[in-house]
């Protein structure tokens, strides 16, 4: 009989284990999965291809910042002082009217990589509802001719992006990226995450030694 009431025990503990184990690692995708389309909405990025022969290209990172967008561009390409504008659209059917003008991205000749940062008044989540695209012009006097363009989507840019479209290393680490981009939030969360599991294993060994006894003198 005892030997009985162990092996029901011992099977017990196993299931009870399992089940714990389950429940941890659903826990933690459940919560990346989260903090994943958190990142989507807050998060949007453009990979800007060059058009005419100019051979501009680059990329560009967008942030929400409440009812603003923070539009963070580097780009290599041609010498000059190129008027860049969010469009409506896409870079196949675009509408050739700016809707929100950014900081003109300025190539020198020392390194022929220039940068743009700009504080858009518009929420990113109206950028991402509809078509949107980033489009750089030759000159204010050739507005008509467009050097690059990238349509705007939701995401974080990776390496291999930033790297194939400036032809040099990433972007530094700005905070714009994904759940494992080593922001606040996720240097916090995966101690925690590590922190429960250990402590859902120590309850289950703890159990299991209480138990054992119980079973043995049954």
Excluded at 2 to 7: D, H, I, P
Excluded at 94 to 116: C, E, H, K, R, W
Excluded at 137 to 149: E, F, M, P, R, W
Aim: hydrophobic share 40%.
């Amino acid at each position: 009989m005892a030997a009985l009431r162990s092996a029901v025990y011992d099977h017990a503990f196993r299931l009870f284990g399992a089940l714990g184990i389950c429940l941890a690692l659903t826990l933690g995708l459940s919560v990346q999965s989260s903090l994943a389309q958190q990142s989507s909405t807050k998060h949007a990025k453009v990979v800007l291809t060059e058009l005419n022969h100019s051979g501009v290209s680059g990329v560009a990172s967008l942030v929400a910042k409440g009812d603003q967008t923070q539009v963070g561009m580097s780009v290599v390409g041609v010498l000059g002082n190129n008027p860049t504008h969010i469009h409506q659209g896409t870079c196949s059917d675009l509408d050739p009217n700016p809707q929100y003008p950014l900081t003109n991205i300025v190539l020198p000749s020392s390194t022929l990589t220039g940068v743009s940062d700009t504080l858009v008044d518009v929420p990113l989540t109206d950028l991402l509802a509809t078509p949107h695209l980033i489009l750089i012009h030759k000159s204010q006097k050739d507005i008509g001719t467009y050097l690059a363009c990238g349509n705007i989507v939701a995401g974080a840019l990776t390496a291999e992006e930033q790297a194939s479209a400036t032809g040099g290393p990433p972007m530094p680490n700005t905070g714009i990226g994904s759940w494992t981009d080593g922001s606040p939030s996720t240097r916090a969360l995966l101690p925690t995450l590590i922190a429960a599991e250990l402590i859902l294993l120590s309850v289950l060994v703890v159990v299991r030694r209480v138990w054992a006894p119980v079973a043995g003198n049954g």
